[in-house]
């Protein structure tokens, strides 16, 4: 971590893509960034990330204009989300980049392997080293990550979701928030983001037809590898979490449904529920 890393009083998130599985709505598939000093941190690399070519000549000049490191954070490897790694060499020109993914153990091959084996010729113009000059991957693994040292530094703990299609992990940021995509609803999940002031969480599907009471089994708003959107309200009103973001929306739902989910959580469980949109920047006091 760069030695410009400051203290800061509060972070912003800023919802670079918010879609599961296909751009709609005006959205992009999933991404969100925050910045921490001189450091962008990238939560997932769907279309969002494209974004920040225009961005970084506005919203974002001010932060990007001193930026020393990008770390980008994978939780699987479907293609919504990790499609924009394609394009980071025009993103983030000249910028030294960390990915962190799950590698091995969790997926029994190292996370270069699986991201070289995405991006290569033919489908790639250049190979994965290539098209990232100087990218570093790093397994994440549930022991977690530190970046940086002393105060201004983040604590990252992961916890693998073994029940999606394919393995995902969840990212917590010191008690900032927590990052949880790509999974059912789990009782694990709980306790992983108990604490944290914000919890973006996947709600794939309306589950709302499904509630009973506070008391509903998780296991009710599971929707295959997915969460209803009960069954992210549940995970945060018993983690305690005060502010919840829905995130990775259905394509195929309507834009009212998406928003009247988080209404309904909110009206139902007494939580602070919203729709992740897209640019709707998301600010967390610390
Ligand atoms: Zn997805
Ligand atoms: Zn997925």
């Known amino acids: 971590m760069s030695e410009n890393l400051k203290i800061t009083s ?21 991404c969100y960034c925050f910045f ?17 070519l225009e961005l970084r000549e506005s919203l974002f000049s001010r932060q990007m204009s001193k930026l020393k490191r990008a770390h980008i954070f994978l939780s699987h490897y479907h293609f919504d989300h990790c499609l924009g790694l394609f394009w980071l060499r025009a993103l983030l020109p000249g910028i030294p980049v960390t990915i962190y993914a799950p590698g091995q153990p969790i997926y029994g091959e190292p996370a270069h392997e699986i991201l070289g084996d995405l991006f290569k010729r033919p489908y790639s113009p250049k190979d994965f ?26 604590d990252i703990k992961v916890k693998l979701n073994p029940e999606h299609s394919d393995p995902t992990v969840s990212y917590r940021f010191n008690d900032w928030f927590a990052y949880v995509t790509d999974t059912p609803p789990e009782e694990e999940t709980i306790r992983f983001v108990r604490g944290v002031n914000v919890l973006l969480h996947e709600a794939y599907f309306d589950s709302s037809d499904l509630f009973t009471d506070a008391d509903d089994d998780l296991e009710t708003h599971v929707g295959g590898p997915h969460t209803g959107s009960f069954g992210a309200g549940l995970v945060a009103l018993r983690a305690g979490v005060e502010r919840l973001y829905l995130i990775h929306h259905n394509p195929e739902s309507t834009l009212e449904i998406i928003e009247n989910s988080a209404r309904l959580v909110t009206s139902e469980l007494g939580i602070d529920c919203r729709s992740s949109k897209d640019l709707e920047e998301i600010e967390i006091d610390l």
């Open 36 to 52: 921490h000093g001189d450091e962008i941190f990238i939560l997932d690399a769907g279309t969002g990330i494209s974004r920040l």
């Open 10 to 30: 509060k972070i912003t998130i800023y919802p670079l893509g918010s879609m599961g599985w296909i751009p709609g709505f005006g959205m992009e598939t999933i």
């Open 129 to 154: 080293d290539e098209l990232i000059p100087g990218v570093s991957v790093i397994n994440v693994d549930t022991s977690g990550i530190t970046i940086g040292t002393g105060e201004g530094s983040i």
